[in-house]
């Protein structure tokens, strides 16, 4: 059991009305972000894959929000700072390596 | 950050003695690896380079300083961040140019609110986010306070854990969870705005 199981099996029960449609997405937002990070257990991302498999609303949000957290991710890796030339030599001179 | 303060940080893990030797094989083969990772979180944090080159050769000093309390094989590049984290927190930030300080809990509260579920944004369109440049994004997360930016830095660009974020940040996973969370709703409300701004919605 992973530090999230309990939160996970209480957030999902609230993202859906008793016909097992999606009524929540804020909150199942949450739900695919912790999916996405790998931080949702073995149990907890079973039950997320049976849902975006079975509801189409539910995979539409996890797509969506999967392409964005990508693409914005992508950008900012693509876009780091230029280390400057002599940073790791000064260190090593600094503590006598 | 005081020898206690590393000592605390180091809770559970035996206090090392390495020789000489040993303590410049582990800082060049477990310090150094990281020094790139550690300049770009540096310069995220503080906007600026020679003040993000001084903040990371301050945390290289310390790491060396206080190496008998690193633990070889365990995450080196996780303790160097935290190092550099309070660093940035405890010395940096209070003799920092900028002029505005963000109350991060003052933030932080404000976004737990329930009131302001109802106006983040979360509709960003994938389309929208790449038509946009590296700058334009890195412009709109340079904008979002710094407690926020930092969970997006650690998880997205350096890819730690939650559990390794936990422990940089001295915060309950919990805390990482939702603190990561309101924090790419903020970015998605900035991107947002700038994209309509822009004219990349339509």
């Known amino acids: 059991m992973s530090e999230f199981s309990d939160w996970f099996k209480s957030s999902f029960k609230e993202c859906y009305c008793e016909r097992g449609n999606l009524v929540d997405e804020k909150r199942f937002s949450e739900i695919i972000q912790l999916v996405l990070d790998n931080e949702a257990d073995e149990e907890s991302r079973a039950i997320f894959e049976e849902k975006i498999r079975t509801c189409v609303k539910s995979n539409g949000n996890y ?31 600094s503590i006598g390596l | 950050m005081s020898e206690e303060a590393v000592n605390k940080e180091n809770q559970g893990t035996q206090r090392q003695k390495y020789s000489e030797k040993e303590a410049a094989r582990v800082f060049d083969q477990e310090f150094m690896p990281h020094v790139n990772s550690m300049y770009n979180f540096a310069y995220r944090l503080t906007f600026d380079e020679d003040d993000a080159k001084d903040l990371v050769q301050d945390t290289y000093l310390k790491a060396f300083r206080f190496i008998n309390s690193f633990e070889q094989g365990t995450n080196a590049k996780a303790w160097l961040f935290r190092i550099l984290k309070n660093s940035f927190i405890n010395e940096f930030r209070k003799k920092s140019k900028q002029p ?37 994004i890195t412009l709109a ?12 830095i650690l998880s997205d660009l350096e890819g730690f854990t939650y559990e390794e974020m936990s422990k940089i940040l001295d915060i309950p996973i919990g805390t990482v969870r939702s603190r990561l969370h309101r924090a790419r709703n903020m970015l998605k409300e900035k991107l947002s705005s700038y994209a309509k701004e822009m004219g990349y919605n339509k």
């Open chain 1, 63 to 93: 797509e969506r929000e999967k392409c964005v957290q990508e693409s914005i991710k992508q950008k900012l890796c693509e876009h780091k700072q230029e280390i400057p030339e002599d940073l790791a030599k000064t260190i090593k001179k």
């Open chain 2, 100 to 136: 505005a300080k963000v109350d991060y809990n003052e933030v932080e509260s404000y976004y737990n609110s329930d009131d302001i579920d109802e106006s983040i944004t979360t509709d960003l369109r994938v389309e929208t986010v790449q038509h946009m440049i590296g700058d334009e």
């Open chain 2, 141 to 152: 997360m340079n904008s979002i306070p710094v407690d926020f930016r930092t969970v997006i």
